[in-house]
């Protein structure tokens, strides 16, 4: 028997050696590759990620100017003529510092053809700054047709830029137009300078009179008021949205396009950097992950330049990881192969995971947040429609029934003063349709009064007074208002709700209360209106809630809420309940003064009347 020669197998082992080592640095070598292609694949992600949430973030903000924006046309839709005051009462109300802090102006802008420009300029641009001062449209000159920014909340930043027309920037007229045609929201790709410091940028939106939205663009055009425009800072757009990325190693550049209006310069479009929080930087392109998205709705011009650098998405771990895969490899390959895939893939699930719940939350915030909004804005809508059509059809019963009962019972009291003696029968015909005449009329008068009682128009202290002796008279409960002699003019709406919250309060005694006494204290002080109405009854029940199908507090505590104010409502078992509301006097209150004490009570004379 041979055996095999030393030397061979001295060479055997040796190549055997080389060829594990260079099929074991093969595997390492590969799992170097692919554990590094893994490790950038997740960071990538997670920078798309950061990147989707900062967009996402930046578009939930500029939707919620755009929301404001749309809340503050539905205004012009409840009125043929807003005027200046109402215009700065609605925005006042929507307490943009504390609720919308981006938003740094809301104007509007309106529509003037050239033969109604002398009327517009001695009407709208009127004491434009509540101390006489009037405007002009700008800049001089004659032209066929105008868009006059008329309104700007805060007035006091921009009550110089009052009276200038839109119009005369080149590229206005047809950006305005297709606005108007088509009901767009139109935003400027040219950012708001205070010369030539970037403060914002801006939306501007159509707005047509009511009832209804026009749907073609004939309508649009015939219905067309003019144009609403928001102003909001970038600075605060861009506020905290960078605070869940690596700091130091992040940028994020915001820029717009916008047509070139310089005169003399050839037309085309510019775009212009309008954030950037970290300029200047000139970072190699190829150390950093780079993303452009769009920003805004529809056709909008803005875009975002969001980029990190790659090595702050790697931890520390990461760094080495493929060092480590390389040797793991290279001793047990399968294995320790087996196991990196697994802990990479369940590490990659658990991000997109997180991810997801973080999303569905924010979402499911974004949400509600928004429904809670607009049911308030709808609440108010409603709420004004309803009073709104009340009055008209009062109105219209009080022209046209009325006015026809009238002329009715003149003829049928003609008829039974000339049938008195010679017919009998017919005398007494004609006197009985009298009784069901004058029934009628009363009838009618209760109605109008239930719709829109006219006591409202002689002042808030007269229309409580009428109606806590109507209550009186029909339940027999003693009923006492207490009041300072004072005469209180308020705005329409703020006599009008808490008239209703009067009424309604009072229907809650006579239905549940089983009060034989009725308390009704109206005061007014620099900052409040404010009534409260208590009873000696039996107070609220036991569950403190209202009953199933029962909004009669619920729509008391609604009807505050719109305007600003308070709603308290307080009850002790056996012993009554009080509901006390305040409003802001600075939205509400007109005038002050003093009534003195009347001959006769003034519920009385308004009967007479």
């Not at 991810?355 to 429904?371: G, V």
């Not at 049928?412 to 005398?427: C, E, F, I």
């Amino acid at each position: 028997m041979r055996t095999a020669d030393p030397l061979t197998k001295i060479k055997g082992i040796k190549l055997g050696t080389w060829l594990g080592a260079l099929l074991s640095l093969g595997v390492g070598i590969s799992l170097y590759i692919s554990t590094s292609r893994t490790l950038e694949s997740d960071a990538q992600e997670r920078f798309t990620n950061m990147a989707r949430t900062v967009q996402s973030t930046l578009n939930g903000r500029i939707k919620t100017y755009l929301d404001v924006l749309r809340g503050t046309a539905s205004l012009f839709l409840t009125s043929d003529e807003v005027t200046r005051d109402e215009f700065r009462r609605y925005v006042a109300g929507l307490d943009l510092p504390n609720q919308f802090p981006g938003v740094q102006s809301i104007n509007f802008a309106k529509y003037v053809p050239d033969a109604e420009r002398e009327q517009f300029e001695t009407t709208m641009l009127r004491n434009i700054d509540g101390r006489g001062r009037n405007a002009r449209i700008m800049p001089e000159g004659q032209r066929s047709e105008y868009t006059v920014l008329s309104f700007a909340e805060p007035g006091a930043i921009w009550v110089d830029r009052i009276g200038l027309d839109l119009r005369t920037f080149p590229s206005a007229p047809a950006l305005l137009a297709h606005a108007r045609d088509t009901g767009e929201v139109l935003t400027s790709g040219a950012p708001v300078k205070a010369g030539s410091v970037v403060i914002g940028l801006s939306m501007r939106f159509p707005v047509y009179r009511g009832p209804f939205l026009p749907r073609t663009v004939a309508q649009r055009r015939a219905a067309y008021l003019g144009t609403l425009g928001i102003g909001f800072s970038v600075e605060s757009l861009a506020k905290g949205v960078l605070d869940n990325t690596p700091k130091n190693a992040t940028r994020l550049v915001i820029s717009g396009t916008s047509p070139i209006d310089e005169p003399g310069t050839p037309k085309g479009y510019i775009r212009t950097v309008v954030f950037d929080n970290r300029p200047g930087d000139a970072t190699d392109g190829q150390t950093l992950f780079h993303a452009v998205l769009p920003l805004g709705f529809g056709k909008s011009g803005w875009d975002i330049d969001f980029s990190v650098e790659k090595r702050s998405l790697y931890s520390g771990l990461d760094s080495v990881l493929p060092w480590v895969a390389m040797l793991a490899g290279m001793t047990s390959t399968a294995l320790l192969y087996a196991l990196f895939q697994t802990l990479s893939s369940s590490r990659r699930r658990a991000i997109v995971l997180a991810e997801d719940m973080t999303e569905e939350l924010r979402a499911s915030e974004a949400k509600l947040q928004k429904t809670n909004d607009n049911l308030r804005r709808l609440a108010a809508h409603a709420e004004s429609i309803k009073e709104s059509e009340r009055k008209r059809i009062a109105r219209e019963i009080h022209d046209d029934l009325g006015q026809n009962l009238l002329a009715l019972r003149i003829e049928v009291d003609l008829l039974a003063s000339r049938t008195n003696k010679r017919h009998p029968r017919l005398h007494a015909r004609a006197h009985w349709m009298l009784e069901q005449i004058d029934a009628t009329i009363k009838s009618v008068r209760q109605i109008i009064n239930d719709l829109r009682p006219h006591v409202l128009d002689l002042g808030l202290t007269a229309a409580v007074d009428w109606q806590i002796a109507e209550f009186q008279r029909r339940t027999g409960l003693a009923c006492e208002l207490v009041s300072d002699n004072h005469d209180l003019h308020v705005s329409d709406r703020c006599a009008t709700t808490l008239f209703r919250i009067l009424q309604e309060s009072l229907t809650n005694v006579s239905r549940h209360a089983r009060a034989t006494k009725v308390r009704v204290e109206l005061a007014v002080d620099p900052e409040s209106i404010s009534m409260t109405v208590s009873d000696n009854g039996i107070g609220l029940s036991k569950a403190g809630g209202p009953k199933p199908g029962s909004f009669g507090l619920v729509g008391i505590e609604e009807r505050v809420r719109i305007l600003g104010g308070k709603c308290i409502i307080t009850s002790v078992p056996n012993a009554g309940t009080t509901v006390h509301v305040a409003l802001p006097a600075a939205d509400n209150l007109l005038s002050v003064s003093y009534m003195p004490e009347p001959a006769i009570p003034l519920h009385t004379a308004l009967d007479a009347l």
